[in-house]
């Protein structure tokens, strides 16, 4: 008995141990084309499929960063060339990947295209539903992963004209201008890997914090 009891809390003791040493993941998310691969591609320095066409990466691809694992998600929303269906069963399966791995999730990434981010979101507005974009974030803030809203293509919108743009998307998302007093909010040009420190750089604070919540939550 005593015998079975102290081999039970051996493997116990193990079991405590290789969740410690578990990997967080940060996820990729983002509507087709906004950049999520070229993002993923240089911050790991691997030769990720990058497209002109939406749809590109249409798989959950993992990658080992050493302190954390990186998650590419396929692009959610409208694909020209891929069958409504395709682009529902998409948006199901990231939605249950991110709800299935809480636990093991230190944060996500968001990624939006600067421009037709609100394009898009006024074409929904006026058919009266919830921009796909804005559902999305709020999902992953519900889920209290406190994501990283990095704003992409920002070579695409004149200079003069960034901090009355970044102004309206966070506006959009619900929070008060000015856009700079949202640590969150990264504004991008990943094709030139303009921001990419910054991200880098939250997401290690973030992958810091879980894990030194995790460990609390298994010392107790
Ligand atoms: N203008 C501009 N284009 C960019 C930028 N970053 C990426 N792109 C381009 O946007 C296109 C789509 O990039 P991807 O990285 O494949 O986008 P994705 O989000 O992975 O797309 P899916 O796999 O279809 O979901 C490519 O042609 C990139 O070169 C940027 O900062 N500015
Ligand atoms: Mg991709």
């Known amino acids: 008995m005593t015998d079975f009891f102290e081999r039970y809390k051996k493997i116990k003791s193990v079991k405590i141990k290789s969740k410690k040493l578990e990997k967080p993941k940060v996820v990729v998310a983002g509507r087709s084309n906004v950049g999520k691969s070229t993002f993923v591609r240089h911050i790991t320095g691997k030769n ?3 497209g002109k ?7 959950i691809n993992e990658y080992d960063m050493g302190n954390y694992i990186l998650v590419d998600m396929p692009g959610f929303g409208f694909m020209h ?3 409504k269906k395709v682009q529902e069963k998409i948006k199901d399966e990231i939605v249950h990947y991110i709800e299935g791995k809480r636990d093991e999730i230190a944060t996500a990434i968001q990624i939006i295209d600067a421009k037709s981010f609100l394009e898009i979101v006024e074409r929904w507005d006026q058919r009266g539903e919830i921009p796909i974009d804005i559902e999305m974030f709020d999902f992953l ?11 992409n293509k920002m070579d695409k919108i004149k200079k003069t004209q960034w901090d ?3 102004n309206k998307i966070v506006e959009t998302l619900g929070y008060k201008p000015p856009w700079s007093q949202w640590e969150f909010v990264v504004p991008a040009i990943l094709k030139e890997k303009k921001g990419l420190d910054e991200i880098k750089h939250k997401i290690i ?5 879980f894990k030194s919540q995790k460990t609390v939550d298994i010392d107790i």
């Open 205 to 209: 604070e973030r992958v810091n914090k």
């Open 81 to 83: 060339g891929i069958d």
């Open 164 to 166: 009355e743009h970044l």
């Open 141 to 151: 803030n519900e889920l209290e992963l406190n994501p990283i809203l990095v704003v």
């Open 53 to 59: 066409r939406p749809g590109v990466t249409l798989k």
């Open 48 to 50: 990720v499929r990058v």
